[in-house]
């Protein structure tokens, strides 16, 4: 392996589901002070590919895209094997806007899966922190949208985006730790950045990042499209409105259904739908 090779290298954990692909990408930054980028899940033969990875070289950060448990479940563990603190943008339920924090304390819309609920960074980075060494050096960026309090970072012309972009599939956005209007502005605002290339953490990295954030955010208007036909012939909840768009397995309408409720809560907010408040999973939207 060239030495070029060994300052970028990926393991992939053993977490294959719908909304995962292959698994969690893990990746690893550095030769001698290395840095992880997504831990992943807390599962002990993952924790021992990483640092089996490091290949004598230091952990010495662990930087998590988001408080979601197939990204940073295995952190805590991971800084205790190698005293490396782990560094994020907060507690999971950091960083909501004021309209999701209202909605989640009016307990109507659930959300919350796979929420790391006792994630908490040793260094909370704020967007357009930067942290280096003589190897390396990363750039926090606030890009929430799918995670309230997700970060991608930015190596050179190289963004590590977790969860906001990826190649196989559109992001899930579940309310309220997913706003569909803090979507298209991350969106928006990685594509401003130029970058060469995006690493997600599923799937294989993206070599043409304006495309593909093209595409994203055309399936998003095309949605919500077909979100505002349907209501055109009659109230609908977001789980029947669902059913009636998507063509996908039965296992995945529950997901499907939160990605509906977004784009709804994002039609309310800009007053072209209404809906009884609270706003609740069970609500009727009608056209307003």
Not at 68 to 96: K, Y
Not at 209 to 234: K, V, W
Request: aromatic share 6%; hydrophobic share 45%.
């Amino acid at each position: 392996m060239t030495s070029a090779a060994k300052a970028l290298r990926v393991i992939t954990a053993d977490n294959p589901s719908p909304l995962t692909g292959r698994g969690t990408n893990s990746f690893l930054l550095g030769r001698e002070r290395i840095a992880v980028i997504d831990p992943g899940p807390d599962l002990p033969a993952h924790r021992a590919a990483l640092l089996a990875a490091a290949d004598g070289g230091r952990i010495t950060h662990i930087f998590v895209t988001h408080a979601h448990l197939d990204h940073s479940g295995g952190a805590r563990a991971l800084a205790q094997a190698t005293g490396a603190p782990i560094l994020g943008f907060g507690p999971a339920e950091a960083g909501r806007s004021p309209v999701m924090a209202q909605l989640a304390r009016e307990g109507g819309i659930a959300g919350g899966e796979g929420l790391d609920r006792d994630f908490a960074p040793d260094i909370a980075l704020t967007d357009g922190a930067t942290v280096a060494t003589d190897e390396w050096s990363l750039t926090a960026l606030h890009t929430p949208g799918h995670f309230a309090g997700h970060l991608s970072f930015q190596h050179e012309d190289r963004i590590f985006c977790g969860d906001l972009v990826m190649g196989w599939s559109s992001t899930l956005i579940s309310p309220p730790d997913g706003d569909l209007g803090d979507y298209f502005r991350s969106l928006a605002r990685l594509d401003s950045l130029a970058a060469r290339e995006f690493l997600p953490a599923h799937g294989d990295p993206i070599r043409d990042p304006a495309s593909r954030i093209a595409e994203l955010a055309a399936h998003r208007r095309d949605r919500t499209a077909q979100i505002l036909a349907a209501l055109r012939n009659g109230p609908a909840t977001a789980e029947s409105l669902a059913r009636g768009i998507y063509e996908i397995s039965p296992a995945l309408i529950p997901a499907a259904t939160r990605n509906v409720l977004a784009h709804l809560i994002a039609l309310v907010e800009l007053g072209a739908i209404y809906g009884e408040r609270p706003i609740a999973t069970d609500t009727v939207f009608a056209m307003a």
